[in-house]
DNA sequence: GCGCATCACTGAACCGGGTAAGTTCTGGGA
DNA sequence: TCCCAGAACTTACCCGGTTCAGTGATGCGC
């Protein structure tokens, strides 16, 4: 099967290819007459512009690039990634635009892949996630003068967009409620410790405990694997003044560290409360059902698309705090006994 | 910065852009020296080859594309997609292919995207997951000429490559080994039912049930979501002669029946086994850990993308069956009490 | 009725690689 | 010495859109 092009369309309406292209991107330069007709024939004989050929020549891909650095194993089973596609893809989707994913293994790698994608001109820009502090991809992404859109923080991204949600503002509140509830003992297991919002998170959990007197309070450093998510609860419950309230920095290692709990004979919430960070499914699915600090991520994912969109097209970017982050309680936490 | 062009290399090497062009593909036509020389200045002037360019005249993208037709909610959850998609990237990535992906909300709008994609000659083929029978994909597929493997089954996809997993065989163990344990009182809560595994799985499951004359066996049909899990499970718990062990058709649809037993009172494994389909970290995450049906997810992609590459490349390509699947038996399985 | 602006369109160059066809040069055999 | 084969290139066109300069035709004001 053939696949039609301009001048298949512009055979059939009489007309050049030049007053085609000009129809079909609402561009003056036809009668609205000749633009109809064009755009009828187009849809009758199911035309699609030639992406390549697009490129090629305006220099816009129409597509953009996101680089998941991730072991394969945490990928998977971490809602968070396929939240944020999701929410591209309700932007990007909108405009036709593609999405194009690479797992990769380092940053140095992710680097390369951002080298490779720009020397191929295959994507307008990319959306970066897991920042870190000094990241070593801004520099190039700056020097390759590739758009960009940066999912976390706040931290220093010097021209390049940035989302962020409130990560100290939810810690505190988390802190408070449990708090409230009774808690004294409050422990915290952390994600990978050199991220940008794993550190935000920490700084601003030491700061509420300081300013609410609360003695106990450690962050044992994680990495978002339900393994060290285990053993770090193992490593806090079997101490002698155990915490009665853990913070997950995710879901993932929430429910880890519940299973360890029940292992351990300790019932939730009776001798143990536990928050998760990001709710997602998984957080109501197991029993009890955890309470989570949700944000909607999907809705996050397509902030950062939009905003990557309007950076491709040249308009100003900034600094955008995402939608709030609240704390759903649910039946994993109470008053310590 | 300027993206360097073969033009560039060949100005700098003193030939023509058509010396170069033969140089970087490894055609004929140029000595090994030159060949040497432009492929060193290609190095260090960092060169890339024009994606869009090299589409427009090679007609190949290298591009392959994967649409995603699940509730955005579900998709985050289950770890099934993004093992997938790191077992494409591993085969995709060695040779340099990229991977579109496109989340769709229905069969019909997936076929919209393929006609899309295949006129904008934006891929070169396509992984089609969540085959039904009949599908009304394929079809599409034949008539379009675009190159496809299909994931799942086995079913008729006509010149299509398939892979596919021995799923009869594996229901027939997990029924065997929960007989072997004592169980006679076995239910099934399957996925959704007009895929062709789920149907491929009922079949199977019925027939080894019927073959060890298994009368209480049944199957309840949900949808892969945990809150379908959750209402299969408890339909089946409340009933009187209610099943002392239950498989289920994903992970997360196992978890969900495991909170509803444990939120019933009663004991797992001692009341109730359960067996899970798709081992992943979530299986041992929980506790008890899940037995489970194990197989490798992310060899079952590069598989499928292997298959795939052979089809764009117009090599023969068959009806593939993947490696096998096992039981990985748990603390969530013992004999009834 | 003339000049000029505007509209609607055409033709051709261009983007950056791929490649068929043509050209030049070298060396070996008769 | 001449001829021819083959290597090592160059030239030029192709892919399919986009865009800019140019061309008639029309309308409008004076």
Same mark, same amino acid.
């Given at each position: ?25 609402? &561009?003056? !330069?036809?009668? @609205? ?28 891909? #129409? ?6 650095? #991730?072991?394969?194993?945490?990928? =998977? +089973? ?10 591209? /893809?309700? @932007? ?17 790698? /992710? ?15 990319? +959306?970066?996630?897991? +920042? ?6 801004? $520099? %190039?992404?700056? &020097?390759?003068?590739? $758009?960009?859109? %940066?999912?976390?923080?706040? =931290?220093?991204?010097? *021209? ?14 988390? %802190? ?5 509830? =009774?808690?004294?003992?409050?422990? #915290?297991? *952390? ?7 794993? &550190? ?12 609410? =007197? ?5 962050? +044992? ?8 998510? *285990? ?25 880890? !560290?519940?299973?360890?709990? &029940? ?17 997602? $499914?998984?957080? *109501?699915?197991?029993?009890? $059902? ?10 996050? !994912?397509?902030?950062?698309?939009? @905003? ?8 100003? %970017? ?5 939608? #709030? ?13």
């Amino acid at each position: 099967m053939k696949r039609p092009t301009i001048a298949d369309i512009a055979r059939r309406a009489g007309v050049s290819k030049g007053a085609v292209s000009y129809a079909l991107n609402g &561009q003056p !330069g036809v009668s @609205e007459a000749t633009r109809k007709r064009i755009l009828s024939i187009a849809e009758e004989i199911g035309f699609n512009a030639n992406s390549a050929a697009r490129a090629l020549s305006g220099a816009r891909a #129409r597509a953009v690039g996101l680089t998941l650095c #991730r072991p394969a194993k945490l990928l =998977g +089973i971490e809602p968070w990634f396929m939240g944020l596609i999701s929410g591209f /893809e309700a @932007e990007l989707g909108a405009r036709s635009y593609a999405l194009t994913l690479q797992v990769v293994a380092t940053p140095e790698e /992710e680097i390369e892949v951002y080298r490779r994608w720009w020397g191929e001109r295959r994507i307008d820009g990319v +959306i970066v996630t897991d +920042i870190r502090k000094d990241d070593i991809r801004i $520099p %190039v992404l700056q &020097q390759l003068q590739l $758009p960009a859109v %940066v999912i976390g923080g706040p =931290g220093e991204t010097g *021209s390049i967009a940035q989302i962020w949600s409130d990560d100290a503002g939810a810690i505190t509140e988390a %802190v408070r409620y449990l708090v409230a509830l =009774g808690h004294h003992r409050i422990a #915290r297991v *952390s994600g990978v410790s050199d991220l940008l919002h794993t &550190q935000n998170r920490t700084k601003a959990f030491e700061t509420v405990c300081a300013s609410l =007197g609360l003695d106990h309070a450690r962050t +044992i450093p994680a990495d978002y694997t339900g393994e060290e998510g *285990s053993r770090a609860t193992r490593r806090l419950l079997i101490g002698g003044d155990r915490p009665t309230a853990i913070i997950y920095d995710n879901d993932v290692m929430a429910v880890a !560290g519940l299973a360890v709990a &029940q292992e351990m004979g300790l019932s939730v919430p009776g001798d143990l409360s536990i928050v998760a960070w990001d709710d997602s $499914p998984l957080c *109501s699915l197991v029993h009890p $059902p955890l309470t989570a600090l949700s944000r909607d991520i999907s809705a996050y !994912g397509a902030q950062a698309a939009l @905003e990557l969109l309007n950076a491709i097209d040249g308009r100003k %970017v900034g600094n955008v705090e995402a939608g #709030r982050v609240h704390l759903t309680p649910r039946g994993s936490t109470a008053p310590p006994r």
